[in-house]
């Protein structure tokens, strides 16, 4: 049933058909499969799993296993790296996995893999001015005051993705949560800690360092900011 129905799942989502087309270009044009990676972007599976290697051979250790659907049966986005081939021709793609601990990479082969459109927005998040700005093409489109992690649970530094987007049923989350692939310190609440970027019913601590590890934003501005900022979109938390 769940093979059957990824067609679907894909159109709700908005797939777009120009990763296909790109991915088939690389396919059928005859280069050489250790070109020059492409810059890093978003893909989706094509199967239902598959193994991710330490390096780019059927020969290399397992380092993960990726499924094609989230427990939420949402279309699991990845964020595609770069490009390698091996000795027998093949095409692979380096991927950044979800889970702890945060960095963590593995190679896929390129025909498990669909790449989407690449995203023209970026979120930028500054955690210690206590910002969050939406970049799209390089131009800045907006910037907000956001609370952050609090000592000992503070927000994670580094490169991650939107998984999802969806309007939570906890009031905590305020009204719209984006899921990202990065994971806080702490881990002892649903989903293992996975780093959210989401409304507040508190808009009073915003400006300090107060989440578990979350980026908390007023809830007139969260909605914009997933508009912007759709699943596959970069994140990245700086300093």
Not at 130 to 147: H, K, N, P, Q, W
Not at 150 to 173: N, Q, Y
């Amino acid at each position: 049933m769940v093979a059957r129905s990824r067609g679907s799942v894909a159109r709700r989502v908005g797939v777009s058909g120009v990763g296909v087309v790109a991915l088939a270009m690389l396919a059928g044009s005859g280069a050489p499969a250790a070109a020059a990676p492409p810059p890093p972007t978003a893909a989706h599976l094509t199967v239902d799993a598959t193994m991710v290697r330490a390096r780019p051979s059927e020969r290399a250790r397992v380092v993960g296993r990726l499924r094609d659907l989230r427990p939420d049966f949402r279309l699991r986005i990845v964020r595609v790296l770069g490009r390698s081939g091996d000795r027998a021709g093949g095409t692979w793609y380096r991927v950044a996995l979800p889970g702890r601990p945060n960095g963590r990479t593995g190679f896929v082969r390129a025909e498990a893999l669909r790449l989407r459109t690449r995203p023209r927005a970026v979120v930028i998040v500054r955690r210690g001015a206590r910002r969050l700005e939406v970049r799209i093409d390089g131009r800045r489109v907006l910037r907000t005051r956001v609370a952050v992690g609090k000592p000992g649970a503070e927000t994670p530094l580094g490169r991650f993705h939107v998984t999802a987007s969806f309007r939570p049923t906890a009031p905590v989350l305020g009204r719209w949560a984006i899921e990202t692939s990065a994971y806080s310190r702490i881990s002892d609440w649903p989903g293992g800690g996975i780093v959210g970027i989401h409304g507040t019913r508190s808009p009073e601590l915003l400006g300090q360092a107060v989440s578990h590890g979350c980026v908390r934003v007023a809830d007139p501005v969260i909605r914009r900011v997933a508009h912007l900022a759709p699943p596959g979109t970069p994140v990245v938390i700086v300093r």
